[in-house]
């Protein structure tokens, strides 16, 4: 029996899958018992049963487990939390009131608790209707043990169960947060930019991307990996301007042992970190003069070698640059090598302030708003004229990055449910002198903007729902009739989103 079980258990660890890891507990609990048939039942959050699988003698499935096997013997062993081995079932005094005992004409029957840390979160269950008392106190006994490895081998696999569902979840995340559709931006300078993006994702051209401060230069990077076929691989930012100068190459391109002083071992850089996949350099043109000349190696020829050493390494990563410089007039001034220009520009994106885009600044400060509240458990705090008023003609220096900083603030700090313009601190000095000048007023700045707005929400809420009118207002949180009035209002047709 022992040799019998060695092998059970090596099938049932070459498993993962929690079901098939289950079917294997189950066929062996049945070879090594004398057991006629044989079920895993696992007991869910809410207390409901699920059988996990359900096996016979002949290792062939049982159809409608939950009609063949008696509730009482699983729930006494369950609530009790010790085994249950029972001779002859029929003859029992428990299960005298108990109907599926005698429709089923059980016999001997064991029920055995699976357990992790204290807690039972399932029952390995075993009959035989044909031989009374199978289950002797040695074979009972040895079973009890083999349901200790059982609850060991069930409790990994669910666990990897949950760890590949929770990886699934944040790639999904990943995928969601960094889709296109998902970047906010209907002026057409980002329109462009966003078409351009989508065109060369799946590539493996340089990007260079331009912009000042807060602007979405990272988002955009991230964008550009996450839709592309290095995404399940590496994204691996750098920002140059945040490392000394003596440490920046090591962090780029590693070191070996002895390099300098405190190298006491080998060290991978970001290249060989993000192979694969993407790398993603902030502010490139703080990158000293000579590690400009070892870039341009790697964007030439995939090689590089550490610091401190000779030998020949090679890469396979995309290089995404950003800067919020003018790197031409770097060239000139001779801080820039023109060469490495050419190199990381082979497209060339460059980001308007947000002071440029002013139909999307309520646009932004709206999806910054929703995400805030949520966060902080203010669900219908909302933006007042007055306050839309002030955010539209503020010059906002900080870009996207002020405006998100700016919103969490004051969803942070609000007492009603309503945030004003006092409720918005910016300084005045950093005010634009008037909208801009295809807007005559605020009143028509504002409808331009809400009309952009309820137009593409509106698109959304029928692509997500595949043009089903009713999802689509239950998903906008909208009376039927009142979506109706809006997607004539606006000429959407829902049949144009349907599969």
Excluded at 179 to 202: C, N, R, S, T, W
Excluded at 431 to 439: D, L, N, V, Y
Aim: glycine share 6%; proline share 4%.
């Amino acid at each position: 029996m022992f040799q019998q079980f060695l092998q059970i258990g090596k099938r049932m660890m070459a498993e993962t899958e929690v079901h098939r890891v289950l079917t294997a507990a189950i066929d062996g609990a049945v070879e090594l018992s004398g057991a006629e048939r044989g079920m895993i039942i696992l007991f869910g959050k809410d207390g409901e049963t699920l059988f996990e699988t359900a096996r016979n003698l002949e290792r062939e499935e049982i159809d409608h487990p939950e009609f063949e096997v008696s509730r009482t013997i699983i729930d006494k062993a369950k609530t009790e939390g010790t085994p249950v081995c029972l001779r002859n079932a029929l003859e029992d005094p428990a299960l005298r009131q108990s109907s599926s005992a005698a429709r089923l004409k059980l016999l001997s029957v064991i029920c055995l608790p699976l357990r992790y840390e204290d807690k039972i979160f399932g029952v390995v269950y075993l009959d035989n209707r044909t031989v009374r008392g199978i289950f002797a106190a040695e074979s009972f006994a040895f079973m009890q043990e083999f349901a200790d490895f059982i609850s060991l081998a069930a409790h990994r696999a669910l666990e990897q169960k949950c760890l590949r569902n929770h990886v699934n979840a944040l790639e999904g995340e990943l995928r969601g947060k960094y889709k296109f559709e998902a970047i906010i931006g209907h002026h057409p300078k980002m329109v462009a930019i966003l078409k351009l993006v989508a065109q060369v994702a799946d590539t493996d051209a340089t990007v260079l991307i331009q912009g000042e401060s807060g602007t979405g230069k990272e988002l955009i990077a991230q964008a550009l990996h996450y839709n592309s076929r290095r995404r399940n691989q590496p994204f691996v930012p750098i920002n140059c301007a945040a490392l000394p100068e003596n440490l920046i190459e090591s962090e780029l391109f590693g070191h070996v042992r002895g390099a300098f002083t405190g190298a006491f071992k080998d060290h991978a850089g970001c290249f060989e970190s993000a192979e694969g996949g993407t790398i993603f350099l902030d502010e490139v043109n703080d990158m000293p003069l000579p590690l400009q000349l070892k870039l341009l190696r790697v964007l030439q020829t995939g090689e590089f070698t550490r610091l401190g050493d000779t030998e020949l390494r090679h890469c396979n990563v995309r290089v995404v640059a950003a800067t919020s410089m003018n790197l031409s007039e770097l060239v000139a001034q001779k801080k820039f090598r023109e060469e490495l220009l050419y190199r990381l520009k082979v497209i060339e994106l460059t980001l308007p302030p947000l002071r440029e885009r002013g139909e999307d600044i309520l646009l932004l400060a709206q999806h910054f708003l929703q995400q805030f509240r949520q966060k902080h458990g203010k669900i219908d705090l909302h933006l007042s004229e007055e306050a839309e008023g002030a955010l539209l003609l503020h010059a906002f220096p900080g870009n996207v990055r002020e405006l998100e900083n700016l919103i969490h603030r004051a969803v942070v700090t609000a007492e009603g449910e309503t945030l004003a313009a006092f409720d918005l601190p910016m300084p005045p000095a950093h005010s634009i002198t008037s909208p801009p000048e295809k807007w005559s007023s605020f009143h028509v700045a504002k409808q331009h903007v809400v009309e952009t707005f309820e137009r593409q929400y509106l698109t959304d809420c029928l692509r997500l729902a595949k043009g089903n009118i009713t999802q689509a207002a239950k998903l906008a949180d909208l009376h039927v009739t009142n979506l109706y009035h809006k997607l004539h209002q606006y000429g959407i047709d829902p049949a144009a989103f349907k599969p």
